[in-house]
């Protein structure tokens, strides 16, 4: 009798061959969190910055498939070692589909983000890249790690970190996955091949992470898609928390707030108002939003301006008379 082992070195020694259905039971929690699109505004972003570039439409296609996907796998870890509850408005991925898949997914996802890495580099040796593209992504996958390590850090060891040490932190983990995009396309742009376009790329990438710290604690919108003040029930150092103590060394309530991770509105309610009448922090953190944005503004007119980033600092600019 023929035995179904008789052949298997042939077998063996074909290429791996993954089902249709296995490959998407593999990319599961991947095609969930990429079904609830948020405001896309790191595709926005690319399309403004291409304004100046000139990216070859392929190449460009396969740098914004390459920064969602990356973008998606860290939000799928993030909402792991955050034990979040909330993505846009629906349950995080891992509370459907369980941790080890999530964060296996997680891992696949970032293997194809360098697989299209290698098709960009092909696609036109030429004149892309200028620099080798998988070492723009290491290098700042590299950063972003740092910075997730250090926030949680922080926050596993009840350590408040001074502001400059926090916007190093946000230069690298908010910072890394918008330089990924800004530094992959200026290595295969077609124009103002000399600009270099990092440093308003991190001061964006500054501005939305102070902006969404902010928003967290005082946005009804906010509170609909992740929660009621999340950031303070996943105990985090954000920015108007950390002006908070600092502001007041000598009262720890804020501090004890966020070692308890509050998960009822009583304890969240009293942290968020001794953040708003006592020190203040949430208008010094509304002045240090203006103070970026005025920056950034004039860094866009100051590269020849570009409308595409200017609608998208009026969609992220703070109206203090809508938060709660």
């Not at 846009?88 to 697989?115: D, E, L, M, S, W």
């Not at 270099?196 to 609909?224: C, H, K, T, W």
């Not at 898609?225 to 950031?231: L, M, R, T, V």
């Not at 020190?279 to 503004?297: C, G, H, I, M």
């Amino acid at each position: 009798m023929m035995s179904s082992y008789d052949n298997i070195f042939k077998m063996l020694s074909s290429d791996p061959n993954l089902t249709a259905r296995n490959e998407a039971a593999l990319l599961e929690p991947f095609t969930y969190i990429t079904s609830q699109p948020g405001k896309e505004i790191r595709t926005k972003l690319i399309d403004a910055f291409n304004t100046w570039m000139n990216v070859p439409t392929d190449q460009l296609q396969i740098i914004k498939r390459v920064v969602n996907m990356l973008h998606a796998a860290s939000l799928l870890v993030d909402d792991i070692q955050d034990d979040s509850q909330l993505r846009r408005g629906n349950p995080v991925a891992h509370k459907i589909y369980g941790v080890p898949q999530t964060i296996n997914t997680a891992n696949y996802v970032c293997f194809i983000a360098f697989k299209e890495l290698f098709a960009l580099r092909e696609k036109n040796a030429a004149v892309c890249p200028r620099e080798a593209v998988d070492a723009i992504v290491a290098e700042e996958l590299l950063c972003l790690h740092r910075g997730q390590g250090l926030d949680i850090l922080w926050r596993d060891s009840l350590h408040c970190p001074e502001e400059e040490e926090y916007i190093g932190m946000v230069n690298d983990k908010t910072g890394g996955m918008l330089r990924i995009g800004v530094r992959l396309m200026m290595a295969c742009c077609t124009t103002n091949i000399d600009v270099d376009y990092v440093p308003i790329g991190n001061l964006i990438a500054v501005y939305f992470q102070i902006r969404d710290d902010l928003m967290n604690l005082q946005s009804q919108e906010y509170n609909d898609n992740k929660g009621f003040a999340e950031d303070l029930t996943e105990g985090k150092f954000s920015f108007p928390v950390i002006h908070s103590i600092h502001a007041n060394m000598e009262d720890t309530r804020v501090l004890n707030v966020l070692q308890r991770r509050p998960t009822t509105p009583t304890l969240k309610k009293h942290a968020i108002s001794y953040l708003k009448n006592q020190t203040k922090s949430f208008d010094y953190t509304l002045s240090v939003l203006e103070n970026l944005e005025a920056q950034t503004r004039e860094e866009i007119q100051r590269l020849g301006g570009n409308p595409g980033l200017e609608k998208i600092m009026d969609i992220l600019h703070v109206d203090p008379a809508k938060l709660s």
